[in-house]
């Protein structure tokens, strides 16, 4: 026969001296064990570039700045989300945190070059490996142009960006009634456009933005803001002398 429905344990909701020693023993070998491993994946990676340079002949330098080099181009404190290589980040970089981010860098003294200047050394670099490799630059700047109602309809921004942002002011009853991004109207009330808006553009091509008002004459001013990118390439070298 089946025992009956089960009655809810109770609980007091307290923690006892021993539940909290075990905690804290668990916490600590938790702390250890991720040191431990951290430790070890480091020596892992020594280990094997030390195991492939038996195997093929190459130097242990010579995997170690390949390794280095790959991971300063895709991922690492020179790249953007979007994997360009940023002069900003460069410029704000040290070995320190490279060494972090990248594990063949560390133990190790190495030199990385940016643009064909240094942005990071650690240690004596007498000789070692030196590999290059080319990489696209992203390099931005903001701009702002106005459209002086009455005086012009358009203006254009010197560069490519991926959004625009515009702002109406009319005044003196001048009514704003469409504003284009080359030939796509990205804004458009018969009625009259006040205010700011924030719009997606083409990268493709660099924008001019064109303005409908009437007024007698229009007046106001509609400006034109945004973030524009040009891209370029350039080398990043890395030297590894372990």
Request: hydrophobic fraction near 35%; aromatic fraction near 2%; avoid cysteine.
């Amino acid at each position: 026969m089946p025992d009956g429905p089960r009655r809810p344990s109770r609980w007091s909701g307290r923690t006892t001296s021993t539940d909290s020693r075990r905690g804290q023993t668990t916490l600590a070998g938790l702390t250890v064990a991720l040191v431990l491993l951290t430790v070890v994946t480091a020596g892992s990676i020594v280990a094997a570039d030390r195991a492939l340079s038996d195997a093929d002949g190459n130097s242990l330098e010579q995997h170690r700045v390949e390794r280095a080099s790959d991971a300063l181009v895709t991922d690492s404190p020179l790249t953007t989300a979007q994997g360009y290589v940023a002069p900003s980040l460069a410029n704000a970089t040290n070995a320190s945190e490279l060494a972090t981010a990248i594990p063949s860098l560390r133990g190790v003294s190495f030199r990385v070059r940016f643009d064909g200047r240094d942005v990071a050394t650690r240690g004596p670099v007498t000789d070692g490996v030196t590999v290059s490799r080319s990489v696209v630059v992203v390099e931005n700047r903001t701009v702002t142009e106005d459209i002086e109602l009455g005086n012009e309809t358009a203006t254009t921004l010197d560069g490519r960006t991926d959004e625009i942002r515009v702002d109406v002011a009319p005044v003196n009853n001048t009514t704003v009634r469409t504003v284009r991004i080359g030939d796509r109207v990205v804004l458009h009330e018969p009625g009259g456009i006040d205010g700011s808006y924030v719009v997606a553009v083409s990268s493709y091509t660099t924008p001019e933005v064109r303005v409908d008002a009437v007024g007698d004459p229009p007046e106001g001013t509609v400006t034109a803001t945004a973030t524009l990118f040009e891209t370029r390439t350039a080398q990043v070298e890395v030297t590894v002398d372990a």
